[in-house]
C-alpha cells in the first residue's frame, strides 16, 4: 500500500520539479531524503490544506453577516410594530444562521413566547451541525502529521542501526549518518505540516465560537423586543402584524 501510494506520488512530484527551476528539486530531493513516510505526511497536509480552504469558504464568506446592524434593523422594525418589514429583512442572501433564527421567532411573534424562544432555539440546535462540519478533523489531521513524523523517526533510526549492523567498518559511519538524517526529515515534515493544521483548527473554531455567540445574543434581542412590544401594546399574546 505504502509503496504503491510512494510511487504515484513520486512521479508528479518529478514532473513539477522538471517544470520548476531550482526550487522544486529541493522539496523532490527533501521528500526522497525522507523516504516514504514524507509522501504519506505530504498527503495529510494537501487533504488539511483542502479541508480548511473549504470550511473557510463556507465560515467566511457564505455566512457573512453584519450580524450588529442586522440586530438593530429588525429591532427597530420590531420596536415600531412594523413586522412585516422585520421579516421582509430576514429574507438576506447569507447563509448566516442568525437570519433563520430570527426569521423564526417573527413568524411567531403572534403566539406565545415560551413558543417564539423554542422556534428559535430549533433553529439555533439545526445550525450547529453545520457551523462545526469537520472543522474538530484539523486539530485531529495534525495531530496525525506529528505522529506520523515521530513513527518515520524510528523507522528512520531502526533502517540506520539495521544498516550498521550490516556494513562494514568502513561505511558504518555513513550508514548510521543516512538513518539518523531520514528519521530527523520525518520529524521536522510532521511537525512543519501539524503547526499550520493547528493553526487552521483554532481560526475555524473560532470562527465558528462567533457565529454561535451572534445567534444567540440576536435572538436575545429580537425576543426582548417582541416581548416589550406586546407588553407595551397589552394584548393577551398577539402583536400586531
Do not use: C
Not at 29 to 49: F, H, N, P, T
Not at 115 to 125: D, G, K, S, T, V
Not at 205 to 229: C, D, F, N, P
Amino acid at each position: 500500500m505504502l509503496p504503491t501510494i510512494q510511487s504515484f506520488v513520486t512521479p508528479i512530484l518529478a514532473q513539477a520539479a522538471a517544470e520548476e527551476a531550482g526550487g522544486g528539486n529541493v522539496l523532490l530531493e527533501y521528500l526522497d531524503k525522507g523516504g516514504w513516510m514524507m509522501y504519506v505526511i505530504l498527503i495529510v497536509s494537501m487533504i488539511g490544506v483542502a479541508m480548511f480552504l473549504e470550511r473557510a469558504f463556507n465560515l467566511y464568506l457564505l455566512r457573512r453577516l453584519n450580524a450588529r446592524n442586522f440586530v438593530a434593523r429588525v429591532v427597530s422594525q420590531v420596536e415600531n410594530r412594523r413586522f412585516r418589514e422585520a421579516i421582509d429583512a430576514t429574507e438576506a442572501s447569507s447563509k448566516h444562521p442568525l437570519v433563520a433564527v430570527i426569521k423564526a421567532g417573527l413568524l411567531r411573534s403572534n403566539r406565545r413566547e415560551k413558543e417564539i424562544e423554542r422556534a428559535m432555539e430549533n433553529e439555533m440546535l439545526a445550525a450547529i451541525p453545520q457551523l462545526q462540519k469537520r472543522v474538530a478533523i484539523m486539530a485531529v489531521m495534525a495531530n496525525i502529521a506529528t505522529l506520523l513524523g515521530l513513527l518515520g523517526t524510528i523507522f528512520g533510526l531502526i533502517a540506520a542501526f539495521s544498516s550498521v549492523a550490516a556494513a562494514s567498518a568502513a561505511e558504518r559511519q555513513a550508514a548510521l549518518a543516512d538513518g539518523i538524517s531520514q528519521a530527523m526529515y520525518t520529524t521536522a515534515f510532521g511537525i512543519s505540516v501539524a503547526v499550520p493544521l493547528l493553526l487552521f483548527h483554532h481560526l475555524l473554531s473560532k470562527r465558528v465560537e462567533t457565529i454561535l455567540l451572534e445567534m444567540e445574543g440576536g435572538a436575545s434581542s429580537v425576543l426582548v423586543a417582541i416581548a416589550g412590544v406586546r407588553g407595551d401594546s397589552g394584548t393577551d399574546g398577539r402583536a400586531q402584524r
